[in-house]
């Protein structure tokens, strides 16, 4: 049985260095991620670390989870009037750019929580499907996630610090 790797539950930058070594070395070097909505609205409009973190997907070098509520809310999301300019360059449809990031990110079923944000209910259904997908770390622009610094074991990162942690 092929060996998996799993991402280092700690602030120590040693560990965190000894497991990138890991990750480059192992047969499956892949992390799993919750990306938030900001984060894959980001990295399918934008050049940038979110960019980057889709490409990995898509090269299979990390898996993406989501779940139906974070599919809704990124079709809810892009149509908004600032996003227009970039969806027309793109040449893409919102339903386009759904349909695609649904097909890079495996759908899971939420884990049943508590209410954890008090300030921004929405993004406990991040945390929920973090839980549920075993996730390595959630990936947010979002500061009510990202004050957390971790969510259970799992920790919680910009998409620079995620790239980073990644090797």
Known sequence: MAQ??????THHSSIASAFVNKFRMSPFPHFLLLLDTNTVVSGLLWEGASSVLLRAARERRLELFTSAALLAELADVLPRAHFARKLAAADLSVAQLVSRYALLAKQVIPADIYAHIKDDPDDDAVLAC???????????????????????????VNPADAIKLIG
């Open 130 to 156: 973090a839980l549920a997908a075993n996730a390595d770390l959630i990936v947010s622009g979002d500061a009510h996630l990202r004050n957390l610094k971790h969510y259970r074991r799992i920790q919680i």
């Open 4 to 9: 998996h790797y799993r991402l280092a539950r």
